[in-house]
């Protein structure tokens, strides 16, 4: 098994995007990236230690390959946006695949490489690629949130702009919601 891991805004809407395929064995909300130990969501939500809100995804590359997971990945992100995520802002809401080997590290810039090129987006890509860290997971209420708080979860992405974004700049049959 490998571990993938990627920040794209509010962690609790990128779980459910990964979490029901045979070969993931596992979708964790976390912190990456950061310079506090073992942080909690209260300082996370303050901007100020450096990390990003990621899920970190325990996968069987065999049954679910890395490159399927860029592909889900890409489409539940605004890979433009240097300043968060739809309506979450801050540095703790941008994006960022965080690579855990070598062929992470190259599947995941040419993936960026050939967004780019298909100039789908007016702006820039913004979203970095750098090498994993210390991965810290969220507080147990954070995790799997869109089972345990389902109505609280759809109404928060619906105010958040992301299904509207990700349907004008995607293909309705090939992104997860």
Known sequence: MQHATFAGGCFWCMVKPFDEFEGIEKVVSGYMGGHVENPSYEQIKTGTTGHYEVVQITFHPELFPYSRLLEIYWQQVDPTDPEGQFHDRGPQYRTAIF???????????????????????????????????????????????????????????????????????????????
């Open 99 to 177: 690579y855990h080997n070598q062929e992470q590290q190259e599947e995941a810039l040419a993936s960026r490489d050939k967004l780019e090129q298909s100039q789908k987006f007016s702006k820039p890509i913004v979203t970095e690629i750098m090498e994993a860290s210390t991965f810290y997971p969220a507080e147990e209420y954070h995790q799997d949130y869109y089972k345990k708080s389902p109505t609280h979860y759809k109404e928060d992405r619906e105010k958040s702009g992301r299904d509207e974004f990700l349907q004008v700049h995607w293909d309705e049959n090939s992104r997860t919601k």
